[in-house]
């Protein structure tokens, strides 16, 4: 049957365009890697959305789907890094190849992901397209600006970012089994807070509603031990 190709056309449409986005990073056009990030995620959320509304579900469609996450989400964030901070950190030759730490956490948090049986309806540290989408927007819009001693911040938001993938800090999922308000109120907040940020900031403020997503998840997880 055709239909159960369909999910797994999707995911690969996710690799295929992971792949460009890492040719555009080492062409050094941030812009487009980013936007080809942005297409990967789309894909990468509808192969699911996919295989569940044909009840086409198959192993080898989750395996697929991690393969072309550590393409779009891990290579393809790390190959803009390394050339952004190629360029703009001269002191040490060694440093940019740090950025290659992102592959590397998010090939570990895809694999503690395939066998965790807790992250059905969230997430147990940061999901890797979300932490590819805060470095590609983040470098593609505003990674010219930063002069000076600034990018070793990105040094040090590496090793942060690296560490969330695979912590144990719980995060919430956007997939909605519903839309009835009571049950996803953060779930709004988050879309209606990202929105604002991209109508003031233009597409970079799509890697600022990536740290409104922390914040978010940081909360609910306290008030959650609060009531506890």
């Known amino acids: 049957m055709i239909k159960k190709h369909i999910p797994n056309t999707i995911t690969c449409l996710n690799a295929f365009s992971g792949c460009i986005a890492i ?38 469609g989750k395996e697929l789907d991690s393969l072309a996450d550590t393409i779009s989400f891990g290579l393809a ?75 070793w911040l990105f040094v040090v938001a590496i090793v942060l970012f690296s560490w969330l993938m695979v912590s144990e800090l719980p995060m919430f999922s956007l997939k909605f089994k519903s839309f009835r308000f009571a049950e996803n109120k953060v779930r709004f907040l988050f879309l209606a807070g990202s929105l604002a940020l991209v109508i003031l900031f233009g597409w970079g403020g799509m890697a600022f509603a990536i740290v409104w997503y922390l914040i978010l998840s940081v909360a609910v997880w306290c008030i959650g031990r609060k009531k506890q």
């Open 23 to 60: 040719t555009e990073a080492m062409q050094g056009d941030y812009r487009m890697a980013a936007l080809f990030v942005a297409l990967a995620a789309l894909f990468d959320f509808f192969d699911g959305f996919a295989a569940r509304l044909l009840h086409v579900v198959s192993p080898i």
């Open 77 to 151: 964030p790390s190959f803009v890094l390394f050339h952004f901070l190629s360029d703009t950190v001269t002191c040490c030759r060694f440093v940019p190849y740090l950025a290659f730490l992102i592959a590397v956490f998010s090939i570990v948090r895809l694999a503690k992901f395939n066998l965790d049986e807790r992250q059905t309806s969230s997430f147990i540290g940061l999901a890797t397209p979300a932490d590819a989408i805060f470095w590609i927007f983040l470098i593609g819009w505003y990674g010219e600006s930063v002069k000076g001693p600034s990018p």
